[in-house]
């Protein structure tokens, strides 16, 4: 990396809608960073299921969660739920859903390349 980038969420390179929440992903160097943005309500498998075609979440993610409450649970049955401050480092496999009514905004630096698309 021999060259200075600066970006900002409110110009990102994309952005990915679907029911309850969007995925701004700013693409950087070699990278894809990725800051979703989830309404009370939202929940993977009802909301981005539909999109990528698959059972279970299969993007990995190394999030930092700004706000909101979010709730994990991976295909193995473990859950827990995330919230202002947390970091999480989560594996291919699993569903998540917004807890309670305030919005949920996590920037991700692993699992946005993909995020929110049709599988192929």
Not at 70 to 77: F, K, V
Request: aromatic share 10%.
């Amino acid at each position: 990396m021999n060259t200075v980038e600066h970006e900002n969420f409110g110009k990102p390179s994309e952005t990915r809608t679907f029911p309850h929440g969007k995925a701004e992903i700013l693409n950087m160097g070699d990278g894809t960073v990725g800051r979703l943005t989830l309404e009370p309500g939202w929940r993977w498998s009802n909301d981005v299921k539909p999109i990528a075609g698959t059972e279970s979440c299969e993007a990995p993610h190394f999030q930092y969660h700004v706000s909101g409450r979010l709730a994990i649970r991976m295909d193995d049955g473990t859950e827990f739920v995330a919230g202002p401050g947390d970091v999480t480092s989560l594996p291919q496999g699993h569903d998540a859903w917004v807890v309670g009514d305030e919005t949920v905004v996590t920037v991700d630096w692993f699992g946005a390349t993909n995020y929110a698309k049709a599988s192929e």
